[in-house]
């Protein structure tokens, strides 16, 4: 069975691809080949033909019968998954409510307890029904956008442009969308006219966007729609089940062979934004530390001097051809934040392609010095972006293979060679990894049981550490936030029930679910069939509960840098609960009840007296009001002047905190941006790591505790 800790879920609208580039990349410098004339998808061809194909009965059939055998969930294909078979189709082809009117949605209704009766014969015409009503309705809609572009808007009017509409009611008549598409064209208009265009550039770019649209719905071919539909079915499973259409099987086999090029990410369509899946460890992305997931890509350019090309509406797999190239060779990507309203300022970010390297991925460390009483304490800081290993040199018997475990026990040898007092371990970001190096690392720290692991049928494997005896006995903090996950998740629940050490940050992700990989080929005796990953077993910790959902409670809460509403398995409707077995016999020698209360209350004085804290919680506060907005003014001269505020009070903010260590103000916004923020978090966690090392060694050092040579 496999065990592999990495999320496989690559759900997006239609598909998504991971940004890499395989042995032969296309030249980043040519934009997508367009087609021949006279080809389906060359410009003013009628739209491709959207049917049922005979290897979709095949699927379907297949699909249907591994998830009634094998989804852990040991679900019953019948009317309930039907009912919620249908929403998630729709939500997955119209998510904000743009496209289809409430007449249509009702007339799907007469599909509603049938989807399960369809995908269990492989007659799922249903599908195609629904999606062939979608791409009409695009195309009335496109039609319309761009009958709007004739004259500039008027920016003067004071209006309201409700963006967010995903809980909206769909719109009765046809005259409700043109005003909602009136106002989305007009948001459109004015996001470049506050990028500093003129209307005689702005008409002639959204016609060229939205034309796009309207090409890349023509193109949209009988597998996308049948992938899309497959998807949906999967949806109502859980969030990391997953079919890939033969196309996507083989960008999936690129992202996990770490044998590409690219940024190191996977994308996904999103309204038709590009949107940021995940950011792979050691890849250039999550080396530069400038992409985060949910980011929107608007534009690429290729080198640092070449021109931007909006990418707005483009199909996500041109897009993935824009970015992708050689390694060393450069790429620009326009970015609008996570959670930014449309218009909001972007950023433009540089990025080097190279290969993801297990070596980029690597555990790296630092020394930290922290006064206490006078005395001076050594921390130190491990920061492990993810639990990687060179698993063909260890099947090929290599005895020094790269993996995390070998290089935090360097590191900590290291460390504990110039003096150590206390020790945190960064899994910041950390979104898992293999298994074994989870257990491994684990087996560093505490000796026993590290995890529970129940598969469908419900038998249980306990899963011990691998390495005998405890490496380092000293003080410990697992720095933990909302995008730690999987292997980061029993790592720091074992270090946690084991009373080893302390868990300081975020709730984490609460991925506690392990997927198997299925070929459908192979199941088949077939080709072009695709792959089925299906959740086949759950995570728990030594204590019975399970990671899936609540993730690791803190036992320090920091400020939350990561909106919990938006990011983790609680933000999905169709993950699985949590739930408890039993516990397994384990020694928690370590208890740190005792000394938790006194550590809470130090760290409580000192945020409460803390101007880094204080602007920490105010730049929250200001991210979580900018976030909570779900609609925007399309008037001009507001809309400036939301920014600017918004940029003044940034600043403000920051001069507050700089003013209180004494260091010279920032003069305007663009300082800022060019500023390094301080890692407060990061900070605090060896402060604390300090308090627990006066608690249980207050009248020794680092010296006294320095190896012998």
């Not at 759900?11 to 021949?36: D, F, Q, R, Y």
């Not at 004071?158 to 064209?185: C, H, N, S, Y």
């Not at 690129?254 to 590409?260: A, G």
């Amino acid at each position: 069975m496999r065990q592999s800790l990495l999320p496989l879920s690559l759900a997006g609208a239609l598909c998504a691809m991971a940004v890499m580039a395989a042995t032969t990349p296309a030249p980043p410098s040519a934009p997508p080949a367009e087609a021949k004339s006279g080809e389906a998808n060359a410009p003013g061809a009628p739209p491709t033909v959207i049917a049922e194909q005979p290897r979709h009965e095949t699927i379907s059939k297949v699909m249907t019968s591994l998830v009634e055998r094998s989804h852990y969930s040991r679900v019953k294909v019948d009317d309930s998954v039907s009912s919620k078979m249908l929403d998630s189709y729709i939500e997955a082809l119209d998510g904000n409510r743009l496209y289809f009117l409430a007449d249509d949605i009702a007339g799907f209704e007469r599909y509603r307890f049938t989807l399960d009766d369809a995908v269990r014969s492989g007659h799922v015409q249903p599908a195609f029904d629904i999606f062939q009503l979608y791409r009409k309705r695009v195309e009335e809609r496109i039609a319309y956008a761009l009958s709007q572009l004739t004259t500039e808007p008027d920016f003067t009017v004071d209006e309201q442009f409700a963006f967010d509409r995903e809980k909206q009611p769909w719109a009765v008549t046809t005259k409700e969308l043109d005003e909602l598409w009136r106002q989305r064209v007009k948001n459109d208009a004015l996001s470049l006219k506050l990028a500093g265009k003129e209307w005689a550039e702005i008409g002639p770019l959204l016609s060229k966007r939205y034309e796009r649209v309207l090409k890349r719905t023509h193109q949209l071919t009988s597998d996308e729609a049948f992938e899309t539909f497959m998807n949906a079915y999967a949806d109502t499973l859980d969030p990391h089940s997953n079919y890939f259409s033969p196309r996507n099987s083989e960008e999936y086999r690129i992202q996990m062979s770490l044998s590409y090029e690219g940024i190191g990410a996977s994308l996904q369509l999103t309204d038709d934004y590009v949107t940021v899946l995940d950011v792979i460890p050691g890849g250039p992305a999550a080396v530069t530390g400038v992409l985060a997931p949910n980011d929107r890509i608007t534009a690429v350019g290729q080198g640092k001097e070449k021109e931007l090309t909006d990418v707005i509406g483009w199909r996500l797999d041109d897009v993935v051809q824009l970015i992708r190239g050689p390694g060393g060779s450069n790429v620009r990507l326009q970015v609008l934040p996570a959670g930014a309203a449309p218009g909001s300022p972007e950023r433009v970010i540089d990025l080097t392609r190279d290969k993801i390297k297990l070596e980029a991925q690597a555990a790296k460390d630092q020394r930290m010095e922290v006064e206490r009483e006078g005395r001076k304490l050594e921390i130190g800081v491990i920061d492990v972006p993810s639990f990687y290993q060179d698993y063909n040199a260890r099947a090929a018997g290599a005895k020094d293979y790269v993996s995390t475990t070998a290089d935090v026990r360097r590191l900590i040898a290291e460390l504990q060679g110039k003096g150590l007092d206390g020790l945190v371990i960064d899994l910041r970001g950390n979104g898992g990894g293999h298994l074994w190096e989870a257990r491994a690392l684990t087996g560093l720290f505490v000796d026993g049981p590290v995890v529970q692991f129940r598969e469908a049928k419900g038998a249980v494997q306990d899963l011990d550490d691998l390495l005998p005896g405890v490496y380092y006995k000293g003080p410990i903090v697992v720095l933990v936030d909302r995008f730690s996950a999987s292997a980061s998740e029993i790592f720091a629940a074992a270090i946690q029930d084991y009373g080893r050490g302390l868990i300081v940050g975020q709730q984490t992700f609460g991925k506690g679910t392990v997927q198997n990989l299925y070929d459908l080929d192979h199941a088949t005796q077939s080709s072009d069939m695709g792959q089925l990953t299906l959740t086949v077993g759950k995570y728990y910790r030594v204590t019975g509960g399970s990671t899936q959902l609540r993730g690791v409670r803190p036992d320090i809460e920091l400020p939350p840098l990561i909106d919990a509403s938006q990011v983790g398995e609680s933000t999905r409707e169709t993950a699985l609960p949590w739930d408890e077995i039993h516990a397994v016999e384990y020694s928690n020698s370590h208890e740190l009840d005792a000394e938790l209360n006194a550590l809470v209350a130090y760290h409580d004085t000192r945020s409460t007296d803390s101007p880094d804290f204080d602007y920490l919680r105010s730049s929250i506060a200001l991210t979580d009001d900018e976030r909570a907005r779900k609609s925007v003014s399309l008037n001009l001269a507001k809309r400036q002047a939301e920014r600017e505020h918004g940029r003044a009070e940034r600043l403000a903010l920051e001069n507050q905190r700089r003013k209180a260590h004494a260091l010279p103000p920032l003069t305007n916004a663009e300082e800022l941006e060019k500023e390094d923020a301080p890692d407060i978090l990061l900070h605090e966690a060896a402060e604390i790591v300090a308090d627990l090392v006066e608690l249980e060694h207050p009248e020794t050092t680092a010296a006294d505790r320095r190896p012998a040579s």
